[in-house]
């Protein structure tokens, strides 16, 4: 299994990358925000793959971060989610749009990707919502671009490869999920208050979200 690849970009397509590592170019599929967030053609970039075997392809696919991956193959999991709909929905949303849509039950939000219909939109939110806060309580560190050598001969690290988010803070998301589960609120539940309340507040901190988060959980009446 190839889990990492980090090279140089020798060309770039509209839904994919060749990436020279060491004299071998592999063509690595991405989604559109993921494409917007790599290096131009020459610079050095690192994604995390998932490689799809099938009897008459093998093809990669590549992610800035460990979440966007995890999600891809959970998508992949989902009735008529193929590779194409899961990069549809992740370039669409982003790991943290998907987490946040599936949480809340928002297919809506899932539809809106291309090529996306109802039926699919409802059938990933149902699917998927048990296992939303695992996956949002994940890290969410990019892929690290890989040394190279400067003509002085001194080693350069190229800077982290990441997508900037469009708002949120997805470690504080994570903090909140990990504190309310300690406090023994189902996963789901959790999940679910986190996510609106980051969608109310999207820089709150941690401390923030997990008062929003326990408001939102508190019994009503």
Known sequence: MIGRIAGRIDYRAEDHVLIDVRGVGYLVFCSERTLQALPEVGEHAAVYTDLLVRED??????FT?????EWHRLL???????????????????????????ALGDWNSV?????????????????????APQVMAMGTGPARAPARTAPDGDEVIEAPVAVTPAGGNPSAQAEALSALANLGYAPGDAAGAVAQAAGEAPEADTPALIRAALRLLAPKG
């Open 57 to 62: 392809v093998l093809q990669l696919f590549g």
């Open 65 to 69: 971060t460990l979440v966007e991956k």
């Open 76 to 102: 992949m999991s989902v009735q008529g989610v193929g590779a194409k709909a899961s990069l549809a929905i992740l370039g669409a949303l982003g790991p943290d749009g998907v987490g946040r849509a599936i």
């Open 111 to 131: 539809k809106a990707a291309k090529g996306i219909g109802p039926k699919t939109a409802q059938r990933v939110v149902n699917e998927l919502k048990d296992k």
